[in-house]
């Protein structure tokens, strides 16, 4: 059998062995249900998911009781989102988000338009970067949210987070960031940073799918959301649904070898990918870069190549798993909004592909794709003659 090498880690990464190792007792002996404290089982359940929440806020410098578990990135954006709208007493609501962010928040913002929400749009620079200054210009006395992606999921662009945050605080405006793709490859200060709601999610950090958290900078002192999901009072009634403890402890685990590991991955990733990037652009003719050659997540390269398109691309390349679209909205296969929005052209964007490099490639596996790439464009290019 073909051995494909794995390079889409922005969409969703391998579950680490130490990861797995500590999710199975929760998942075969170990089955309580954490709210039924009346026994051993569930005591010791509700213990693990103490750990896991420790953990899960070590990692990003919040505290135990600001974090609420959820079952993704895309739950703990819609419950921070709709939770502060709900809450708001105010007669006219304004957002201000980005064109480039997940649909997890695009869509969430198309449905509260219907409801007389203003939202709007940023545009990033052509490297993908939103720009304070605009942030700052488009406030409106009525602004109560600004929503900005902490890195870009298709061309890993990393946003200036911090003087963003700063300049919410300094306006008392409420700031969300959804950090799915910085979490665990950048330091993430949520104090430093002036973060109020971030969202997160273990699978993108060789955690298990189905489980997601979201910060809540002072969950305990204002009354700050309103709950989306309604029933048992799990979470301080933020949300509610039995604990998936196995999921949540192997998300505590896969935060805690991430905050042993951030260090050494970041600069070897960086290495790598600036590496794939300076050998490609190099033998390849026509070789562009979408986003930002320096601020942006270690782990993402995202790069055309003139006049290869994706589907000889991935005819081609059947032994590289390699992202086309975007990756978690792919199956529309719509011309990606994000490439679109820095300034690409159609053709542009229908030569650009993903490389999501992470914690289980190999340096052999690098160098094989510096060479296999070229190699494989040159067959397409031959081809086409
Ligand atoms: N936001 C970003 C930036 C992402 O990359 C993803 C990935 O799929 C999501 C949100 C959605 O995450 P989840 O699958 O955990 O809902």
């Not at 963003?164 to 910085?182: M, Y």
């Not at 199956?331 to 542009?348: D, H, N, Q």
């Given at each position: ?76 954006i819609n419950l921070a989102i709709k939770g502060v709208i709900e809450n708001s007493e105010r007669e006219k609501i304004h ?291």
């Open positions: 059998m073909q051995r494909i090498i794995y390079l889409d880690n922005n969409s969703t990464t391998k579950i680490d062995p130490e990861v797995l190792d500590a999710m199975m007792p929760y998942l075969k002996e170990k089955y309580g249900n954490p709210s039924s404290t009346s026994h051993t089982f569930g005591r010791e359940a509700s213990a693990a998911v103490d750990i896991a929440r420790e953990q899960v806020a070590d990692l990003i410098n919040a505290e135990f009781s600001e974090i609420i578990f959820t079952s993704s990135t895309t739950e703990s957002i201000i988000t980005t064109k480039i962010e997940h649909k997890a928040v695009l869509n969430v913002c198309k449905y509260l338009e219907k409801f007389g929400v203003e939202v709007t749009y940023l545009s990033p620079d052509s490297s993908g970067i939103i720009s304070p200054l605009n942030v700052r210009e488009n406030l409106k006395p009525d602004t109560l949210l600004v929503i900005i992606m902490s890195a870009n999921n298709e061309i890993g662009t990393i946003q200036p987070i911090g003087e963003i945050g700063e300049l919410c605080e300094e306006k008392n405006i409420l700031f969300l960031t959804d950090a799915a793709q910085s979490v665990g490859k950048i330091p993430m200060d949520v104090k430093q940073l002036n973060i109020d709601f971030m969202a997160f999610s273990a699978h993108k950090i060789y955690g298990p799918k189905g489980t997601g958290a979201l910060y809540v900078r002072k969950l305990g002192d204002k009354n700050l959301l309103y709950p989306q999901i309604h029933g048992g009072g799990q979470e301080k009634g933020f949300r509610s649904g039995t604990l998936n403890v196995a999921g949540i402890v192997g998300f505590g685990k896969a935060c805690e070898v991430c905050k042993r590991k951030i260090f050494d991955e970041f600069n070897k990733h960086t290495v790598w990918r600036d590496r794939i990037i300076q050998n490609l652009n190099a033998k390849i003719e026509g070789t562009f870069l979408n986003g930002h050659p320096v601020k942006r997540i270690p782990n993402n390269i995202n790069i055309g190549f003139k006049g290869i398109s994706n589907s000889l691309f991935i005819n081609e390349f059947s032994d590289l798993a390699i992202s086309t679209g975007s990756a978690c909205s792919s199956e529309t296969l719509e011309p990606s909004y994000v490439l679109s929005a820095i300034g690409r052209i159609k053709t542009e964007i229908s030569c650009s592909i993903r490389i999501g490099i992470g914690r289980f490639n190999t340096e052999e596996e690098i160098e094989y794709i510096i060479k296999r790439i070229p190699d494989g464009i040159n067959k397409i290019k031959e081809k086409l003659l």
